[in-house]
């Protein structure tokens, strides 16, 4: 495959992203290789994101504005795959390599989809996967911790052929785990791409506050179909980890909550192979948790993305340098 010819399409979900919406379109338009798609799912804004997203479609045919009515509040995690799947189903066109789910607070290099395309290619096994979601600490990106196998779902990139092997995304709390669960189930490969860096502008579930966020962590745990005693002994690791306690409970309480009001979990098959997988790391045997990290060589530094998150004209100097 000729990765510069790679077609890829993205969708957008975002509501009231005003102070950093403009950061993700400079990025996604600054792109070396562009999507020919790309749909921004309004979700009821109410701060001024509307008119921007209008802006830039009218200026841009290959972006394309769905609007949805106004709720009146931001639904958590369920509220994302939402509008998630109005922007699919107003997809236009079959006819592409990649689907690429992203948020609309990021900011990243112009390189950062054609250097992912390039990962695709060299591992044809390879059917989710995503740059380092990172946060700005005094000038310098600092990544958030994942499992090597586990993409963040502000950043996910599905090959067409596993996308349709997983059969789209679960409309609960874990969909980001669900299905990389499902696709290393089916034989497909997942993993993060280090070095690949992108800038988060808000801590992930800074909006749901620690408590809140912690509980839909544990309901997401629950959905995915994590082992009991895995669970456990997870909780009991976040006892040293900040938010200490709150998060532990806050995950516990999650877990115990989902039970207990039997909401609906994965399929049966991939509740038993993530259980399998989790005795496997409890015995210390090879499993999803122990894979390898995979990095990419790359050229653009911090200064790349941070200036694409605040400065235009330095956005467009430094692609002129790479």
């Known amino acids: 495959m000729n990765v510069q010819a790679t ?25 070396t290789i562009r999507p020919v798609r790309w749909i921004i799912v309004d979700d009821g804004s109410t701060d001024g994101t509307t008119a921007v997203l209008r802006e830039s479609a009218a200026q841009n045919p290959w972006i394309r504005v769905v609007q949805r009515a106004d709720r009146g509040s931001r639904l958590s995690a369920t509220g994302v795959i939402e509008a ?36 695709f290619e060299r591992d044809p096994k390879l059917g989710i996967a995503g740059g380092v979601i990172c946060h700005d600490h005094n000038g310098q990106l600092q990544p958030e911790p994942t499992p090597a196998f586990h993409v963040r779902g ?7 052929e596993c996308w349709r092997a997983i059969g789209g995304l679960l409309r609960a709390p874990g969909w980001d785990t669900v299905d990389e669960l499902k696709a290393n189930m089916l034989g497909w490969k997942t993993y993060t791409l280090n070095g690949l860096n992108l800038l988060h502008h808000r801590h992930t579930g800074a909006a749901d506050g620690s408590w809140r966020n912690a509980v839909k962590d544990g309901i997401a745990d629950y959905v995915s179909g994590y082992h009991p005693l895995f669970m456990a002994l997870k909780c009991v690791k976040r006892l040293v980890q900040r938010p200490r306690v709150v998060g532990s409970a806050g995950l516990l309480y999650g877990y115990i909550a989902g039970r207990w009001r039997q909401v609906p979990q994965a399929e049966a098959a991939v509740v038993q192979f993530v259980r399998q997988q989790q005795l496997r790391k409890l015995s210390f045997r090879t499993n999803l ?34």
């Open 289 to 322: 948790w122990s894979r390898p990290i995979f990095t990419v060589a790359t050229s653009s530094t911090d200064k790349t993305i941070l200036n694409f998150a605040t400065d235009p004209a330095k956005s467009s100097d430094e692609r002129g340098k790479l």
């Open 7 to 31: 077609r890829y399409v993205i969708i957008t979900p975002v509501r009231n992203e005003i102070v950093h919406i403009a950061a993700t379109l400079r990025s996604v338009s600054g792109q």
């Open 154 to 160: 502000a950043t996910k990139i599905y090959r067409h």
């Open 84 to 119: 998630f799947e109005d922007g699919y189903q107003a997809l236009d066109l079959d006819d592409w390599d990649f689907l690429v789910k992203l948020d609309g607070d990021l900011s990243f290099a112009p390189t950062y989809f054609e250097q992912c395309f390039e990962a």
